[in-house]
Every structure is written in structure tokens, then in C-alpha cells.
């Protein structure tokens, strides 16, 4: 599902004289249907910009970049956001949306996006938020005003509410209590189960070994600097 | 290139090539090119004198292209004799203000100014435009008994809605908007763009929006243009050029955004 071959990143910051940042060099990724891969490293090593080049937030320098049969290095802007819909789902550690949409309805986006109608679309997010032990007070409200560990299970409900092939994780498990750690854990295996591909970016190490079936380690396509 | 058929017979809505406009020895907007498709917003970001508002207003038909075309369903609307074009900015293309004022007639009733629009367009039966007028209110989130309130009497944030329903009331297919959430509260802002998302995805709408509040291209616009001395600079996936920008001018435009 993911073929990441000889792809290479770097910044250029023309604010500071045009100086270059290399990243990324010669990165290599094969990801299969039904399987979770972890992206490791320390800090700084690259992990999040491949994980970023992945779901088509970066360009990439050079390299092919293939997800879902589109290849990123070189499609349309269209066609990556038709990618994004309904085959690439994304789990994003950060929470970007309409400072006054409520929870469910930021969970049912992506289903309204592809034509299910709203009654569905709100059921199932629904459905997920409860599984996901967001008390049900909350769901009419905005998550803008969520706290960290809530508005990060809006994420990952808005993430696995619609059965994508392709799903990025950007640290699923990071303030969550063991609770709801667990049905994180039960949504990726379920997801596992069902044939997608997830690459993942996880410090809780339980949570990794627990659920990855290899690691990937970035710090080895760390470009020199 | 990988294939992927839903685009290749997916052809845009609007089609513009080459649109320029100078003013004596100033430029305008210069040679810009762009698309847009149904059910999706194209915005457009720069700073004061970037040329984005040249280019709405000629699109428009506000101000006069020197050159280029501006083709939807192979006919250049450029080229169209002042009947045509009129009719088509009152029926197929909205064009929402920044200052609802400008769009709004103030000494109408809020029923009369979305009646008004539709009349334009050919609608005739006073009982049922008065069904829709109320109707497009309460879309719009205005309490469908102020339908004989002038707008006056309306509050900033009310007077944009109405415009809103105002143009949108014949269900066009483009819709033009100039700094629509400018001037207004942040929760204000917040409640007209969680609307429009809802209406561009419920009627399909092509939106070019132009902006200069990077805050609101990213929350609305799925791609993104920006613009310099009246020239394109960049363009491309909204979240890609904000966060991925390659021209040191979208750099500097972005690293200048406050953090929210």
C-alpha cells in the first residue's frame, strides 16, 4: 500500500540567507496491507517529516512517494486531496478545526465529505466517541475547549471513522489514560485486521511493541548536514 | 504518473488564462492562470497590492481585463456582451463583499433583499419567494420572523449571513468573495465558516476566496494561491504551502502569522 523509494527532503530557509537544511536522503519504506509499522529514531532524526511526506503535507526534494496507487511526489494537488478522503487517514497529534463545530460533527467530517448522509455519518461518529469514553456532554460541544487527552480521542475518532486503507499515526497513545489507551490499541488491531496499512509514530514503547509488527529506524536516512 | 480516472473526465468550472490588468504603468494582476472545480474553495492570500483583489474584481466584470480569458462551459465570459454577463452574475456566479453594505440594499427588508435576487433571475410568485426568502433566513441563521427587519437593524455578523442568502438563494455554481469574514468578532468569523463549509459541500459551490487572513484559507480553503506584485508565486494544496512553502515570499507571509 506505502512504497517510499530513494525519497530526499530538505528546507530552505530564505529568510536566513537561503540556507539548506537537509533531512531527509535515500528513505525507504514498504508498508503491506494488514500491517503496522513503526517509525523510530531519536528526536529531530526525521520521523515526522516522513510521516508528514506520507500523508502529503511536505513535498518531497526527490524520490517517489507511493500511497494508495498515487505516487505524491508527482500528483495533482486534487488528486492528493481525493487520496486524503477516502483512502489516506491521518491521526494528527494536533486539533485544527471551525472554532465552533461540535465534537460529533468534527468526527462525522470525513463521512460528509463522501456523500454518507448526516444521520449516518453522526451515528457513527457517535458511536465512536463512546467507545472512545468521551462523555456524551461533550459531543455537542466545540473541542476547541477540550482538554489534551479529550480532544486527541476527537482526533483519533475523526481518524477511524471511516475504514481507510492508508492510515498515518502521529503519536495515537500520548495523553491518553490506560483506559482509553486500550481501545486505541483494539481500533489499530481492528484496522490491522481489516487490511490497512498504518505507519505510526509512538514514544509510549509499550504501545509500540505491543502493536507494530517491525520498526522502521529514520535515523538511518538522516541526511548530512 | 499514477492513473486516476474520476479527474481525468472531471473537467473545471471555470477555466482562466493569462488575466491581466495594469493601471497606466502599474500592474494589477499579471498573467495568472488558475481553475476551479465544483464543491471545492480556491484561496487566494497576499498582502495589500498583491493584485488578488484586481483579479476577483476581473473576474467579476468590476474592472476590465487587458488580456486573457476567463472560459466557463467553453464560453469566455470576458467576451460577453454587458446583458449576458449581468445576467450571469445574478443568477450562475454570487460575488459576496467584504462589507455586506456593498451587497446588501439597506432600505429593503432582509426578505426583499433575498426576493430581490431571485426575481432577477426570473422568479415571479410573490407567495413562494417569500417561502424561500424565509427559508434561505433560517439557512443562514437569521430568525426567519425578522424577514421585514431591514437590514439596518441587523448586526455585522447578520448582515454577512444575509448577504450570503442573498446570493446564494439562486444556487449559483461560482461564487466570488473578497474578505467575506473581514471586520468581524473571531466567534462571529467562526459561525460564517463553519456556513460556508457547510454550503459549498451541500450545494457543490466553487469558491475563489480571497483573503488576506492566512487563519481562514486554512480552516476553508482546499487549495491555495498566493500572490505578489500582481503575480502568482505559489500555489498548491492549502496545508502543503502554509506548512511546506517553497517561495521566500510565502515563507515570510507565513512566518509572519501570530500563533493563535
Known amino acids: 500500500m506505502i512504497h517510499v523509494r530513494d525519497v530526499s527532503k530538505s528546507f530552505t530557509l530564505h529568510a536566513q540567507g537561503g540556507i539548506v537544511i537537509p533531512v531527509l536522503e535515500g528513505a525507504r519504506l514498504e508498508v503491506a496491507a494488514g500491517e503496522c509499522v513503526a517509525l523510530t529514531g531519536s528526536s529531530g532524526s526525521g520521523k515526522s517529516t516522513l510521516l508528514r511526506l506520507l500523508q502529503g503535507n511536505y513535498a518531497p526534494a526527490s524520490g517517489r512517494i507511493e500511497v494508495a ?61 463512546s467507545r472512545l469514553n468521551l462523555p456524551q456532554a461533550l459531543w455537542s460541544l466545540s473541542p476547541t475547549t477540550f482538554s489534551g487527552g479529550e480532544q486527541q480521542r476527537v482526533n483519533i475518532a475523526r481518524g477511524f471513522v471511516h475504514p481507510y486503507p492508508v492510515l498515518l499515526l502521529d503519536e495515537p497513545t500520548a495523553s491518553l489514560d490506560p483506559l482509553n489507551r486500550a481501545v486505541v490499541l483494539d481500533l489499530i488491531r481492528e484496522a490491522k485486521a481489516r487490511g490497512a496499512a498504518l505507519v505510526g509514530i509512538f514514544h509510549d514503547r509499550e504501545a509500540r511493541d505491543e502493536i507494530a509488527d517491525r520498526e522502521v529506524d529514520v535515523s538511518l536516512f538522516a541526511a548530512a548536514p | ?204 459551490l466553487a469558491v475563489i476566496l480571497v483573503t488576506h487572513d492566512i487563519g481562514v484559507v486554512r480552516l476553508l480553503a482546499d487549495r491555495l494561491m498566493v500572490m505578489r506584485h500582481g503575480r502568482v508565486v505559489e500555489a498548491g494544496l492549502t496545508d502543503r504551502v502554509l506548512d511546506d512553502p517553497q517561495h521566500d515570499y510565502t515563507q515570510l507571509l507565513v512566518s509572519s502569522v501570530l500563533p493563535a
Open chain 1, 69 to 129: 496507487g498515487l505516487d505524491l511526489a508527482t500528483a495533482t494537488p486534487r488528486e492528493i486531496a481525493a487520496l486524503r478522503r477516502d483512502r489516506l487517514g491521518y491521526v494528527s497529534q494536533f486539533l485544527r478545526v471551525v472554532p465552533r463545530v461540535p465534537a460529533h460533527d468534527v468526527v462525522a467530517d470525513p463521512l460528509l465529505q463522501l456523500g454518507v448522509p448526516p444521520a449516518a455519518a453522526r451515528e457513527r461518529a457517535e458511536a465512536l466517541l
Open chain 2, 1 to 204: 504518473m499514477m492513473e486516476n480516472t474520476q479527474f481525468q473526465d472531471d473537467a473545471p468550472l471555470l477555466k482562466v488564462r493569462g488575466l491581466t490588468r495594469s493601471y497606466w504603468a502599474r500592474t494589477g494582476c499579471a498573467e495568472v492562470d488558475l481553475d476551479v472545480w465544483p464543491g471545492e474553495v480556491l484561496g487566494i492570500v497576499g498582502e495589500s497590492g498583491s493584485g488578488k483583489s484586481t483579479l476577483l474584481s476581473c473576474l467579476a466584470g468590476h474592472l476590465e481585463a487587458d488580456a486573457g480569458s476567463v472560459v466557463q462551459g467553453g464560453e469566455d465570459v470576458l467576451r460577453l456582451p454587458e446583458p449576458a454577463r449581468r445576467r450571469l452574475m445574478r443568477t450562475d456566479w454570487a460575488y459576496i463583499h467584504q462589507h455586506a453594505r456593498d451587497g446588501l440594499r439597506m432600505n429593503v427588508s432582509a426578505g426583499g433583499n433575498v426576493g430581490e435576487r431571485m426575481m432577477a433571475g426570473g422568479a415571479r410568485h410573490y407567495g413562494s419567494i417569500r417561502d424561500t426568502a424565509a427559508d434561505w433566513l433560517q439557512r443562514v441563521e437569521i430568525d426567519p420572523a425578522r424577514i421585514d427587519d431591514r437590514p439596518t437593524a441587523f448586526s455585522g455578523g447578520m448582515q454577512q449571513r444575509l448577504q450570503i442568502a442573498r446570493g446564494l438563494v439562486t444556487a449559483p455554481k461560482l461564487v466570488l468573495m473578497d474578505e467575506p469574514t473581514g471586520g468581524l468578532d473571531v466567534s462571529v468569523q467562526a459561525r460564517l465558516l463553519d456556513l460556508l463549509r457547510g454550503l459549498v459541500r451541500d450545494m457543490g
